[in-house]
């Protein structure tokens, strides 16, 4: 195992009104709020579902393909050079992108997922 899932998340156009729907839908609170981001959960320390601003956010068509669904599993690690090292070794791509922490990658099928640690 290289990490613990953090978050499914979900791109959108407005964080704060579609955690709204979610949280009202699932019965979930929020775990993390700003103007980018909000995650809601059972709890701080437990997976979440958070929705991340785009701009500009295209929605995804279903069914079809020429927008597909637009989501992305985090990935909790404790080191993130060790993680990316296993990550890679399993056959993901970097993306080159990332901060502080987190990290974006490719994995094997080029679905984008992140490694997060903090």
């Known amino acids: 195992m290289v990490g613990s899932w953090q978050a499914l998340v979900i791109d959108c156009e407005n964080p704060d009104t579609l955690a709204s729907f979610y949280e009202a839908l699932l019965g979930m609170v ?47 690690v404790k080191d993130l050079d060790l993680a990316e090292t296993e990550v890679l070794s399993m056959g993901a791509t970097s993306m080159g992108y990332g901060s502080k922490t987190y990290r974006v990658y490719l994995d094997p099928q080029k679905h984008p997922f992140c490694l997060v640690s903090w």
């Open 30 to 76: 929020r775990v993390e709020n700003d103007d980018d981001w909000v995650g809601i959960g059972d709890a701080p320390d437990r997976p979440a579902i958070a929705f991340q601003r785009v701009d500009p956010y295209v929605a995804p068509e279903w069914p079809g393909h020429l927008h597909p669904q637009q989501a992305h599993i985090d990935v909790r």
